[in-house]
Each structure stands twice: as structure tokens, then as C-alpha cells.
């Protein structure tokens, strides 16, 4: 009997390891492509491109410690003598390693007749990083040098701070405008009975599945009628069209299934749909709207194809200034990463400040639905 | 209750009552966003041609617009609720559904038809050229490579990112630690498209060789690590499209770990334990019972990854630009509409994502009949 509860307790232990070290490697190899642009987003630019991100990490490299200049004398056609073994100038082109450890390297071709010492040492302790990036990155400092013809040069550095900016100012109200309208729209569907209501609430739903490409070039022209591109409340209307059908969608799902006699008993009270929409129903959708304005924030901030065709390049968000780093200047690694992580920050915090609500509000929704 | 005093209503009014009434409610349902519209987009136009400081503008734009829709919403129903009671009861359900209606109208209904209409003309809408537009979007050789792209994402990217989400939720559930697990996977759906572009390339990134070239890509210092030579990886078709969707699975699978998990923990478990003494295993209680109970959030979590991945074009126009033999259907779309400015068939190719689209609408339906939520 003890024999079996100890296996029992083994077979138990031996499971929830094998759980949390599946789970300890998927979370690990989620994580190493962000780490890299982290560590990376704090070295500077020459170093970005001079070796990978991980070399910051203590490792053992061939590190050069001498060179040697063969007497004009040697033949280099011959195999050479050399610190005591014989080789061809081929096997020194490919690299030696001596018996001590100590490694050699021909240097460029036969001419050069240099020969290049290494040794196999520790390094990455003084890790080189810097916060310049992120200064650079935010201020949009402006760049002069000289071209080779002596004409100064100016160039503008992209401005992320502004970015950052419109970001907030296209985000915000473009989560905040859908929820309401939606709310509105799901209590109407939920609550109230008028004709065609279920013919509309399906044509709701079947707009779900409407690529947003399909609405851009007539908004565009829309927009250009009405002298709209280039504006904040473009995006806003924009982003709540295309988000309206999925927010009627589960804000219906919740709103629907809040109990009956809560309502009914409010509406004995006298009070009005309006009241028992302000008072009521939205105080106990708080998990509901929760959840969906995560997904509709990090949608629209993470939106990249509305914002480029309806703001263009004068007023940047986050994501187009980013792209822009790309495509401009492919050479900016060091502005990019940095600037990667500070288009990060907003989401993230909202996503953990908003987490709590996010799980429960889905928990209602599912398994009611 | 209200439907059949209206309906009451209606058989005594006659025709006249009917007019009045849905002619209130047209207006009722246009009130709020065109008053709104009306005053907002002033105000932008005053604020876009100001000179204020830009953060002043962000804020006062925020307020404006919040605050413009919130007022009207009141001031509608206050107007409403002035009317008799009886009229105040027809029209009170269009003050709440009739905003957001009259929106989707103008942004996606009409749409649908307008981009209907525009795909049968020619490149700037000024003739009708019949099915050429079609024609050209079905036989192209970029545009079939785009719908073997787009096949790729659909069937390989949905079936990890959900695949991976489940497992990782199941296992999550047995594990102390599970909210931690859950924050690093859920992680990149916080991240832009653009920002897993930069973030991939410093894993995909290629050099090439020399003398003194360090690989500064993670794929590539791997790859030499282990002996092989360092690749271009990007520019290999068609595995390259795999590496694209490898992203796509990186940021979807916490979208479809989160909601499959809290499907998960819906699951009686009164029910996992009666399989455990019937002396089921830990794989066939899996199979037998948890998977048939969260069935329906499967399907919801997979029908949106595929939508997702058919609409895709962030990735590709970010990491390849669609270069390579790694073009989509969307980014074959933005380049003929902004690119190459061929209305008509870049609004062909659009209608073809929508009937792409449509078998997954046709389920859905008819999963939403199935359920009864009315």
C-alpha cells in the first residue's frame, strides 16, 4: 500500500515536471526573439552590425593577440615553417589550431605574408550598452554633416515622440467610440422590441467576416470628398466601422444573457431604457467591455494598413514612423529596435492592467455562449 | 411586451401611423452620428489647421470625440422621451441601435456593393469592362502564387497557432505557474505587426560571407553553430513563406490560448473525474471530454485565425514586401489600389477575399441558428 502511494506521489511529481518544463521551453523560445531586440535596442549602431546580440553574454571567442610578418626570404609557394608545424599557405588560408590552442589565420592573400595569432579567451564582460538609442529615437533629433562636396547636409530624424502622440490620439477614442456605439446597439438587439431586429442582427454578424480592404478605396474617396484624410476623427470613424460588427457581436453575447428579472424589476421602478442603460447594464458589462477594448486597442494600435492609407506620411502613428525606419533607412537597426520597444509599452501596460477583466469577461462569454 | 402594444398600435393607426413611424425612426437612427459627424468634423478641421502644440491638440481631440458621441447619445434620447409616450416607445430602440446601424451602413454595406460595382470597370472606373478584372485576378501568375501564399497561412498558420494555443492552455491549467505562462505566450499580440517585423529580422537576418563577418541573425549563428552555412533565409521560396508564417503563429497563439483556456475551465470537473475512475487516461479524458465540450470555442477561436490569416498583410509587407515568392492576397490588393492605382482590379481582388470569406459566414450563421441566442 505505501509502496503504491509512493509511486502515486512520484508519478505525480514526475508529471507536473514534464508540464512546467514543456511549458518553461515554449515560453523560452517565445521570448528569445523579443530579448534579442531588447538587449539590441541598448547597443550602438556599429556594434549592432559588428556581431549578434548574444555576444554581450560572457562566451569564449578567438580573440587576436599578434601577428606574424614572414622574412621575405620564405617561399610562400612551398610549405612554411612556422611555430613549429609545417603547412601550406592553403592550410593557413582555412586556419590552424596549434597544439596549445593558440590558432593561425593567413591575412588576405599571399602577398600580405601576415599571419594572424588567436586565442580562444572569455569575453562580453564589459557589456558596451548605451540609452542613446531611445534619446535619439524620441526627440527626432535633427542630423547635419557633410556631403562629399562640402554641401552641408540636413537631415530629420523621425520623430517617434509625435508618433507616439498621434498614436495615443487615434487609439483612444477609436476604443472608447466603438464600445459605447456598441453598447448602445447590443442593448437595442437585447432589450428593446422593434421590426426587423433579427433580420439586422444577422446582417450584423455576416459583416464580421468583411475584409476591411474591401471598404478602403470607397472610404478614400468618401474622405476625399469631404476633405476628412489626414485627420483624427478619419481613423476614429474608420476603426469603429470595422470594429462595430465583433463588438455588437460579444457585447450582445453578454448583454443578452444578463438575468431577466433585474431588468424587469427596474423597468416596475419607472425607470427609463436610458436609465436602466446607464445605470444598469453597464455597470455589469464593466468584464465584457473590459475584454473587448484590450482587442480593439491593441488592434488599432497595431494597425498599420488604415493609418498609412487614411493619416499617409504626414501624420505619423507608431507603426507607419516604424515602417517607415525600415524602409528609409535600412540601415537604422539601432533606432528601430528602440523604437520597437517603445511602440510596445502602451499596449503592454494595457494588457496588464486590464488582464484581470480580459480572462473573466472571455470565461462569462464562453461558457454561456 | 412592447412589440405587441406596438403592434396594437400599428392595426389601429393604419397606413398613415406606419409612415410617420418608420420615417421618425429613419430620422431618429440619423440624428445621432450625422449631428455628431457634422460637429466633429468642424472641429478637425479647426484643429488640423491650428497651431497649437500638438499635445494640447491630442488631448482636446480625445475629449472632443468621447465626449461629442457620449452628448449626443443623451441629447437624442432626451429629444425622444419629450415625444408622447407611445412615440417615445417606437422610436427609443433606433436612438440605441441607430448610430451604430447607420455607421456599419457607410463603412461596410455600402462598401461591399461600391467595391462590387468599381470591379467590373476598368482601371479608373471610367468604362465597364465586363469580367477582364476577374480574369486578370484568377489567372495571373502573381496573383496565383498570392492564393497558394494565402492557402499556405490559412491551413498551416491557423492549424499551430490553435494546435499550440490548446496544448499550451491544457498544460498551463495543470501548472502553478499558469498566469506567467500565459502573459510570455500572450505577450506579442501587445506587439505591432511592424515591431515583429524588427524583431524577426534579428533572427532571419543574413550577411552573407567574408572575411571577419560575424552572422548577426539568431537562424543563421544557430545554423553555423551546428556546422552548416549561413542562408539568406528569406529570400528561399517557398520555405520562406514558412518562416513568415512562423511569425504569425508566434503572435496569434495567445489570442487562441486565452479564450481556449478559459473554455477549459468551463469544464465540469465532476465529469474529467467520473472518466478518471472509470479508469480513463489522462489523453482519453482529453479527447473524450474536453475537447467535445469546448468544441464550439474551437471553432470560433479557428474561424477567426482563418479570417485573420486571409486577410494577412502586415508580415509580408513589412519583412518581404511580398518579394520572393512570398506575395498575399492583400498585399497583391494594397500594391494594384495604392501601387500600380488599378481600381478595378484591385477591387476584384477584394471581392474575391469576401467570397473566400463567405463559406465561414455561411457556418457561422448557422452555427448562431444552432444555438439560439434570439
Redesign the interface.
Known amino acids: 500500500m505505501a509502496a503504491k502511494f509512493r509511486s502515486y506521489a512520484q508519478r505525480k511529481w514526475l508529471?507536473?515536471l514534464l508540464?512546467?518544463g514543456?511549458?518553461?521551453l515554449?515560453?523560452v523560445i517565445?521570448?528569445?526573439?523579443?530579448l534579442?531586440?531588447l538587449i539590441?535596442s541598448f547597443r550602438n549602431s556599429e556594434d549592432?552590425?559588428?556581431?549578434?546580440?548574444?555576444?554581450i553574454f560572457p562566451h569564449r571567442q578567438d580573440v587576436e593577440t599578434g601577428k606574424i610578418v614572414l622574412d621575405p626570404a620564405v617561399d610562400v609557394n612551398a610549405p612554411i615553417q612556422i611555430e613549429g608545424i609545417t603547412a601550406t599557405f592553403e592550410e593557413l588560408r582555412n586556419g590552424i589550431t596549434l597544439a596549445d590552442g593558440r590558432k593561425l589565420v593567413w591575412y588576405?592573400n599571399k602577398r600580405t605574408r601576415t599571419i594572424i595569432v588567436s586565442e580562444k579567451k572569455w569575453v562580453g564582460f564589459s557589456a558596451n550598452l548605451t540609452l542613446d538609442n531611445y534619446k535619439n529615437t524620441l526627440s527626432g533629433r535633427e542630423i547635419r554633416f557633410k556631403d562629399a562636396s562640402g554641401n552641408e547636409i540636413l537631415r530629420k530624424g523621425n520623430n517617434l515622440g509625435?508618433a507616439f502622440?498621434?498614436s495615443?490620439?487615434v487609439a483612444?477614442?477609436a476604443t472608447?467610440?466603438p464600445i459605447?456605439?456598441?453598447a448602445?446597439?447590443a442593448?437595442?438587439?437585447a432589450w428593446?422590441?422593434?421590426?426587423g431586429r433579427?433580420t439586422?442582427?444577422?446582417?450584423?454578424?455576416?459583416?464580421?467576416?468583411?475584409?476591411?480592404?474591401?471598404?478602403?478605396?470607397?472610404?478614400l474617396r468618401?474622405y476625399t470628398k469631404?476633405?476628412?484624410n489626414?485627420?483624427?476623427?478619419a481613423m476614429?470613424?474608420?476603426h469603429?466601422?470595422?470594429g462595430?460588427?465583433l463588438a455588437?457581436y460579444l457585447l450582445?453575447?453578454y448583454i443578452?444573457q444578463l438575468p431577466r428579472e433585474l431588468l424587469e424589476s427596474a423597468f416596475i421602478d419607472g425607470a427609463?431604457?436610458?436609465t436602466i442603460?446607464t445605470r444598469l447594464i453597464l455597470p455589469l458589462s464593466v468584464p465584457a467591455l473590459a475584454s473587448f477594448a484590450i482587442f480593439q486597442f491593441?488592434w488599432v494600435?497595431?494597425d498599420?494598413?488604415v493609418a498609412l492609407?487614411i493619416l499617409g506620411d504626414k501624420m505619423r502613428v507608431?507603426?507607419v514612423a516604424?515602417?517607415s525606419i525600415?524602409g528609409e533607412k535600412g540601415q537604422d537597426?539601432h533606432l528601430?529596435?528602440s523604437?520597437?520597444f517603445i511602440?510596445?509599452l502602451l499596449?503592454?501596460a494595457?494588457?496588464?492592467s486590464l488582464?484581470r477583466y480580459?480572462?473573466r469577461g472571455?470565461?462569462a462569454g464562453?461558457?454561456k455562449? | 411586451?412592447?412589440?405587441y402594444s406596438?403592434r396594437e398600435q400599428n392595426a389601429k393607426g393604419g397606413v398613415l401611423t406606419w409612415v410617420a413611424t418608420n420615417l421618425g425612426?429613419i430620422l431618429v437612427s440619423l440624428f445621432v452620428p450625422v449631428v455628431t459627424?457634422l460637429i466633429?468634423?468642424q472641429?478637425?478641421?479647426f484643429?488640423?489647421d491650428s497651431n497649437a502644440p500638438?499635445?494640447v491638440?491630442?488631448l482636446v481631440?480625445?475629449l472632443w470625440?468621447?465626449g461629442g458621441?457620449?452628448l449626443l447619445?443623451l441629447v437624442s434620447?432626451w429629444l425622444v422621451?419629450q415625444l408622447p409616450a407611445v412615440w417615445t416607445r417606437?422610436l427609443?430602440?433606433?436612438?440605441?441601435?441607430g448610430?451604430?446601424?447607420a455607421?456599419?451602413t457607410?463603412?461596410?454595406?455600402?462598401?461591399?456593393v461600391?467595391?462590387l460595382l468599381?470591379s467590373f470597370q476598368n482601371e479608373l472606373s471610367t468604362a465597364w469592362v465586363g469580367m477582364d478584372n476577374y480574369i486578370f485576378a484568377l489567372s495571373d501568375r502573381v496573383m496565383l502564387e498570392a492564393f497558394r501564399n494565402n492557402l499556405l497561412w490559412m491551413v498551416v498558420g491557423t492549424s499551430l497557432s490553435v494546435g499550440?494555443g490548446l496544448l499550451?492552455a491544457v498544460?498551463?491549467d495543470?501548472?502553478r505557474?499558469e498566469a506567467?505562462?500565459k502573459?510570455?505566450?500572450?505577450?506579442?499580440?501587445?506587439?505591432?505587426?511592424?515591431?515583429a517585423?524588427?524583431?524577426?529580422?534579428?533572427?532571419y537576418t543574413y550577411k552573407g560571407e567574408g572575411?571577419g563577418i560575424?552572422?548577426?541573425?539568431?537562424l543563421n549563428?544557430i545554423v553555423l553553430a551546428l556546422g552548416g552555412q549561413s542562408q539568406p533565409w528569406l529570400q528561399i521560396p517557398p520555405w520562406n513563406n514558412f518562416l513568415l508564417i512562423i511569425i504569425m503563429v508566434?503572435l496569434q497563439t495567445g489570442y487562441a490560448m486565452?479564450?481556449i483556456?478559459?473554455?477549459i475551465?468551463?469544464v465540469p470537473a465532476e465529469l474529467l473525474e467520473a472518466a478518471r475512475i472509470d479508469g480513463a487516461s489522462e489523453i482519453e479524458a482529453f479527447f473524450n471530454i474536453t475537447v467535445p465540450y469546448i468544441q464550439?470555442?474551437l471553432i470560433t477561436v479557428t474561424t477567426t485565425i482563418v479570417?485573420f490569416s486571409?486577410?494577412l498583410?502586415?508580415i509580408v509587407?513589412?519583412m518581404t514586401g511580398g518579394n520572393n515568392g512570398t506575395n498575399v492576397i492583400?498585399n497583391e490588393?494594397?500594391l494594384q489600389?495604392?501601387t500600380y492605382n488599378h481600381?478595378g482590379r484591385?477591387?476584384a481582388i477584394?471581392?474575391i477575399?469576401?467570397i473566400a470569406?463567405?463559406p465561414?459566414?455561411v457556418y457561422?450563421?448557422r452555427q448562431?441558428q444552432e444555438?439560439k441566442?434570439?
Do not use: H
Not at chain 1, 517565445?30 to 523579443?34: E, K, N, R, S, V
Not at chain 1, 549592432?48 to 555576444?55: A, L, M, P
Not at chain 1, 489626414?230 to 476623427?233: Q, S
Not at chain 2, 560575424?214 to 539568431?218: A, C, K, R, S, Y
Open positions: 508529471s507536473s508540464v512546467n514543456i511549458l518553461s515554449i515560453c517565445w521570448l528569445i526573439p523579443t534579442g531586440v539590441t549592432i552590425f559588428r556581431s549578434g546580440w548574444w555576444t588576405g509625435s502622440l498621434n495615443v490620439a483612444v477614442p472608447i467610440i459605447l456605439i456598441a448602445f446597439t442593448y437595442g438587439f428593446l422590441n422593434f421590426p433579427k439586422l442582427f444577422i446582417l450584423v454578424v455576416a459583416l464580421l467576416v468583411v475584409p476591411l480592404q474591401i471598404a478602403l478605396v470607397p472610404i468618401d469631404l476633405d476628412l489626414g485627420t483624427y476623427l476614429w470613424l474608420a469603429t466601422g470595422f462595430l460588427p455588437i450582445f453575447n443578452s427609463s431604457n436610458f442603460f491593441l494600435w497595431n498599420y494598413l492609407v507608431m507603426t516604424l515602417a525600415v537597426w528601430l529596435t523604437g520597437a511602440s510596445m499596449p503592454l494595457v494588457f496588464f488582464q480580459f480572462v472571455m470565461l464562453s461558457i455562449g | 411586451m412592447q412589440d406596438d425612426r459627424f466633429l468634423w472641429g478637425f478641421i484643429l488640423r500638438q499635445i491638440i491630442v481631440a480625445i470625440g468621447v458621441v457620449a447619445f434620447n422621451e417606437r427609443q430602440p433606433f436612438v440605441f441601435i448610430p451604430g446601424i455607421i456599419l457607410w463603412y461596410l454595406a455600402v462598401p461591399v461600391r467595391t468599381l499550440l499550451i498544460l498551463a495543470r501548472s505557474f506567467l505562462y502573459a510570455v505566450i500572450f505577450m506579442p499580440m501587445a506587439i505591432s505587426f511592424v515591431g517585423g524588427v524583431i524577426w529580422k534579428f533572427v572575411a560575424q552572422e548577426i541573425g539568431l549563428a508566434w486565452v479564450i483556456s478559459s473554455a475551465k468551463g464550439g470555442t479570417i486571409l486577410k498583410f502586415d509587407r513589412v492583400a490588393f494594397y489600389s495604392f481600381a484591385a477591387s477584394a471581392v477575399l469576401l470569406a463567405l465561414v459566414i457561422n450563421l448562431f444555438r441566442a434570439f
